[in-house]
């Protein structure tokens, strides 16, 4: 198939060239591949947050109005909301975004879910594609929005350059419910529906668990080579309330100050670097399974490894290893 | 470590041990390595029965009275819970586990549950091992239990000899929720609850949808090559009361049947070459995947190939056909 007339379109801003190609690549890889391969150039002048809580701590009210803030300063906003579980919940959250695409004219905002359909490829390589889309479309700041229930969330967070996490008063255990490895790439806690009574309660227990972190993203190894002294950042938590939209004028100056931080500190090109080889090593997954499993279905040898699986003198840990060597990879 | 002492006492019929190995295998790829080595001449000997069917369909009752016709037999049963939805769902089942254990003697039934921790290499490849575990520790009957959400399931049947899918009377939606996918890998169709009204209305839906369905797993390339003529098995529908055992004989007929089928056509040697097929590829995708971030974490080809991406001259698409051809992999 020929993309050249979507890409055409897509880079002159048309969001139905957008939605169309982020269908191609959620459903081929073949046509992420070329999709990809035409846009690149166009990438990375977007800004990349990650936004993620607990269900009921409100992320579409908070995401509508940081959304809403940005739009008034002029800028474009793509938001991709990622649900890793779906199909179990994606009917809810899908609602929410019909909902909050009402509130937004189609050219300022472009709002998109992906949900887990087993893709080729997984979930967080169709993820980063969509990004790349919106990117060249043109979106000055791309929202990814998670269900928050894990390693997947962490996995998608790989290209976002600020990570904010969401809170809510009261709820208690929500400080439970979001996994060990968000809270370790977490660079702004957002302590939302700030009118509810135990705000700063909650507050002080993010405090004190940012005191008993083991670590925190700049001290992984990935982080520590170059830029050991400088990259210090400790996670900031602010109170917002979404509705009224108070104190986000403080929270953007937050997201503001962080994405300083990670251009002044060079961080910035730790994370670039980051982003490729996880990209790179997802599609290399795909790719190398592929070819594995040609061989497999294929090669009169392993079908002679087979046999002797079947008499069970050979096992399928050695039959790989035996592959692997077949494959001149054995170093 | 040295796991030798553990698989003796395996050999030997050691429940604890079997316990022990299956907990090794499932946290570590290296011991799951060197313990399937050491066991597998020991194994071949266990008939796989997958069973599966959406909450509320009674598996727990029906895999009880099963279980206890079998060890009526003389039989020893191993049973392996597998929920890939886990920790979502895991509690539950859990405590359906245990109640089940307190009906056998250890002896006899051995009952594991597996969840979906993020293995590395995979559920799928863990409970394979599992198996094996459970084989050479003299199970006759190996009993693999799903949830029933979807993909999943049908990677984990994989190993399978026969597979049983239960549905009860008046749930209706109960067809829909086992997916397509389900359905066409199911060899008996066992309509439990048959005391509720609408047995035969349900029986009649399924022989329905069976008129309808649109491909049965020995029409599937796999089992296409030699056997076309002879790889004649109409899924077969039964309906039985679990709590009463009303039925069991013609069940326990219907699956010696399947069995019999599948040796004397000769299916049954396709079947074990595609289990070692599915086993090796899952190992050799969790093999090459470490050896391809080794890679693109060390080799300085590969930095130069990033510094390339970031100046946006090269995509990651591109850069992993590259890799691919470093490795000697074009072809």
Same mark, same amino acid.
């Given at each position: 198939?020929?993309?050249?007339?979507?890409?055409?379109?897509?880079?002159?801003?048309?969001?139905?060239?957008?939605?169309?190609?982020? !269908?191609?690549?959620?459903?081929?890889?073949?046509?992420?591949?070329?999709?990809?391969?035409?846009?690149?150039?166009?990438?990375?002048?977007?800004?990349? #947050?990650?936004?993620?809580?607990?269900? %009921?701590?409100?992320?579409? !009210?908070?995401?509508?109005?940081?959304?809403?803030?940005?739009?008034?300063? %002029?800028?474009?906003?793509?938001?991709?909301?990622?649900?890793?579980?779906?199909? =179990?919940?994606?009917?809810? =959250? =899908?609602?929410?975004?019909?909902?909050?695409?009402?509130?937004?004219?189609?050219?300022?905002?472009?709002?998109?879910? *992906?949900?887990?359909? %087993?893709?080729?490829? %997984?979930?967080?390589?169709?993820?980063?594609?969509?990004?790349?889309?919106?990117?060249?479309?043109?979106? @000055?700041?791309?929202?990814?929005?998670?269900?928050?229930?894990?390693?997947?969330?962490?996995?998608?967070?790989?290209?976002?350059?600020?990570?904010?996490?969401?809170?809510?008063?009261?709820?208690?255990?929500?400080?439970?419910?979001?996994?060990?490895?968000? *809270? $370790?790439?977490?660079?702004?806690?957002?302590?939302?529906?700030?009118?509810?009574?135990?705000?700063?309660?909650?507050?002080?227990?993010?405090?004190? *668990?940012?005191?008993?972190?083991?670590?925190?993203?700049?001290?992984?190894?990935?982080?520590?080579?170059?830029?050991?002294?400088?990259?210090?950042?400790?996670?900031?938590?602010?109170?917002?309330?979404?509705?009224?939209?108070?104190?986000?004028?403080?929270?953007?100056? #937050?997201?503001?100050?962080?994405?300083?931080?990670?251009?002044?500190?060079?961080?910035?090109?730790?994370?670039?670097?980051?982003?490729?080889?996880?990209?790179?090593?997802?599609?290399?997954?795909?790719?190398? !399974?592929?070819?594995?499993?040609? =061989?497999?279905?294929? @090669? $009169?040898?392993?079908?002679?490894?087979?046999?002797?699986?079947?008499?069970?003198?050979?096992?399928?840990?050695?039959?790989?290893?035996?592959?692997?060597? *077949? #494959?001149?990879? $054995?170093?």
């Amino acid at each position: 198939m020929d993309y050249s007339n979507f890409i055409s379109l897509l880079l002159e801003g048309n969001p139905r060239a957008a939605a169309r190609l982020i !269908t191609f690549v959620e459903n081929n890889f073949e046509a992420a591949e070329e999709i990809i391969n035409s846009i690149y150039e166009y990438t990375g002048n977007a800004y990349i #947050l990650g936004i993620t809580g607990a269900p %009921g701590t409100g992320k579409s !009210t908070f995401i509508s109005t940081l959304t809403k803030r940005y739009v008034d300063q %002029g800028k474009k906003i793509g938001i991709i909301c990622v649900d890793p579980t779906s199909p =179990l919940t994606g009917g809810a =959250l =899908l609602g929410d975004r019909i909902r909050m695409k009402q509130n937004f004219s189609l050219n300022n905002v472009f709002i998109r879910s *992906m949900a887990n359909r %087993g893709q080729l490829g %997984g979930l967080a390589r169709a993820t980063e594609d969509a990004i790349k889309i919106l990117d060249a479309y043109g979106c @000055d700041i791309i929202i990814i929005e998670t269900v928050g229930v894990g390693q997947s969330e962490v996995d998608i967070f790989k290209s976002a350059e600020t990570v904010v996490v969401l809170l809510v008063p009261g709820l208690g255990d929500d400080i439970q419910a979001i996994k060990a490895g968000i *809270m $370790e790439i977490t660079d702004i806690f957002v302590v939302n529906k700030m009118d509810l009574p135990g705000t700063d309660k909650k507050v002080a227990e993010i405090e004190q *668990m940012l005191e008993f972190r083991k670590s925190y993203k700049y001290e992984s190894k990935d982080f520590k080579d170059k830029f050991a002294k400088i990259n210090q950042w400790t996670p900031e938590i602010t109170k917002v309330n979404s509705k009224t939209g108070e104190n986000f004028d403080k929270l953007l100056g #937050l997201i503001e100050n962080h994405k300083s931080f990670l251009e002044e500190s060079g961080v910035i090109s730790n994370y670039m670097k980051n982003r490729i080889k996880s990209e790179t090593i997802e599609i290399l997954k795909y790719k190398l !399974t592929k070819k594995v499993e040609k =061989l497999i279905h294929s @090669d $009169e040898k392993i079908e002679q490894y087979i046999e002797k699986a079947i008499k069970k003198s050979l096992d399928p840990y050695s039959m790989a290893d035996l592959i692997i060597k *077949m #494959l001149g990879l $054995e170093k």
